[in-house]
């Protein structure tokens, strides 16, 4: 489990290519690879993944074809900046929302809007996601954790803050770009279940 708030971002080192998988190696910092074990969960770009060996400060994670092929992991190489995130421990602070690292599939950064320092970002998106997209929702992109700031016609839009845009890679994102998109769960499991007792009510009805 993670909260979305990114530690920073980290470069890949190494990728190694399998038949039926990828070995990623990052350069991680001093701070992050404290404490962490063998076995242990981390993000990279909101995907989690288990770190299998540890060389202080490089860590390598394996990631599988069906990962590959639902994230943009498969799109990383050498030198590629990733966001990072440790799983949370008990007592740990949930700055974001409830992140699991289990992406829901990938996006278009459709629009790049510069405000200033800030940045607004349209999302396009598959149009099954838009019943769990709200206005002022949850959603995290890349394993940062966003708020909504409205819906379009083809997806949403994010407003980043300068802080945002440093810690993380969404910054440097230009429109044709793909990035993760984890949905919010909470709103799935609102949405499946209304619908649930509604379809029974209707279907309750119609049998009458």
Same mark, same amino acid.
């Given at each position: 489990?993670?909260?979305?708030? /990114? #530690?920073?971002?980290?470069?890949?080192?190494?990728? /190694?290519?399998?038949?039926?998988?990828?070995?990623?190696?990052?350069?991680?910092?001093?701070?992050?690879?404290?404490?962490?074990?063998? =076995?242990?969960?981390?993000?990279?770009?909101?995907?989690?993944?288990?770190?299998?060996?540890?060389?202080?400060?490089?860590?390598?994670?394996?990631?599988? *074809?069906?990962?590959?092929?639902?994230?943009? #992991?498969?799109?990383?190489?050498?030198?590629?900046?990733?966001?990072?995130?440790?799983?949370?421990?008990?007592? *740990?602070?949930? =700055?974001?929302?409830?992140?699991?690292?289990?992406?829901?599939?990938?996006?278009?950064?459709?629009?790049?809007?510069?405000?200033?320092?800030?940045?607004?970002?349209?999302?396009?998106?598959?149009?099954?996601?838009?019943?769990?997209?709200?206005?002022?929702?949850?959603?995290?992109?890349?394993?940062?954790?966003?708020? /909504?700031?409205?819906?379009?016609?083809?997806?949403?839009?994010?407003?980043?803050?300068?802080?945002?845009?440093?810690?993380?890679?969404?910054?440097?994102?230009?429109?044709?770009?793909?990035?993760?998109?984890?949905?919010?769960?909470?709103?799935?499991?609102?949405?499946?279940?209304?619908?649930?007792?509604?379809?029974?009510?209707?279907?309750?009805?119609?049998?009458?």
């Amino acid at each position: 489990m993670f909260s979305g708030i /990114v #530690l920073g971002t980290f470069p890949v080192v190494e990728v /190694v290519d399998g038949p039926a998988s990828r070995r990623l190696t990052l350069g991680l910092d001093a701070s992050t690879v404290s404490g962490l074990q063998l =076995g242990a969960s981390v993000a990279l770009d909101g995907t989690c993944l288990t770190a299998v060996t540890i060389d202080s400060p490089r860590v390598s994670f394996d990631v599988i *074809d069906e990962t590959l092929a639902k994230t943009t #992991l498969g799109d990383l190489r050498v030198g590629s900046l990733v966001n990072v995130e440790r799983s949370l421990r008990v007592g *740990d602070e949930i =700055g974001g929302h409830h992140v699991s690292g289990h992406v829901t599939g990938t996006a278009e950064i459709a629009t790049h809007r510069e405000r200033g320092e800030n940045l607004a970002v349209e999302i396009a998106m598959p149009a099954a996601w838009a019943q769990y997209v709200l206005p002022k929702g949850f959603v995290a992109v890349d394993g940062c954790s966003l708020t /909504v700031g409205e819906t379009s016609q083809n997806g949403f839009w994010l407003h980043l803050i300068p802080e945002t845009r440093r810690r993380t890679t969404l910054g440097f994102k230009r429109v044709g770009d793909r990035v993760n998109v984890e949905l919010d769960s909470s709103t799935v499991a609102i949405v499946e279940t209304v619908r649930r007792v509604l379809d029974a009510r209707f279907a309750a009805e119609d049998s009458r």
